[in-house]
Nanobody, 126 residues
Framework: QVQLVESGGGLVQAGGSLGLSCAAS????????MGWFRQAPGKERELVAA????????YYSDSVKGRFTISRDNAKSTVYLQMNSLKPEDTAVYYC???????????????????WGQGTQVTVSS
């Protein structure tokens, strides 16, 4: 099991930018696919971005495509989420998640992630 700790959340005005980081420990980071999920009050948790072990395969939900960028630094055991052009509807708790995978360039299904961080609050004011 890998331990995940998110950082970088906060309050930002609509149209602004925010960067999240997720530091992993206790495992070999490079064997994990990584994802960022979010959960807004009263809504189900949703996958917003994912990155394969190699970094060569990416996924973005339609709601964030073109505005968010996921990246990873295997040497630092860290995954990032750069969020630009933020909207009030991006307000949520953002969670980092990991899934160990034998594949370099395949992404797991949304329900297969089994390692979770504690979450970080992102609030976008209008």
């Amino acid at each position: 099991q890998v331990q995940l700790v998110e950082s970088g959340g906060g309050l930002v005005q609509a149209g602004g930018s925010l960067g999240l980081s997720c530091a992993a420990s206790g495992g070999t980071f490079s064997v994990y696919c990584m994802g960022w999920f979010r959960q807004a009050p009263g809504k189900e948790r949703e996958l917003v971005a994912a990155i394969s072990r190699s970094g060569g395969t990416l996924y973005y939900s339609d709601s964030v495509k073109g505005r968010f960028t996921i990246s990873r630094d295997n040497a630092k055991s860290t995954v990032y989420l750069q969020m630009n052009s933020l909207k009030p509807e991006d307000t949520a708790v953002y969670y980092c998640a990991a899934k160990r995978s034998p594949y370099y360039d395949r992404l797991p299904k949304e329900g297969e992630y089994d390692n979770w961080g504690q979450g970080t609050q992102v609030t976008v004011s209008s």
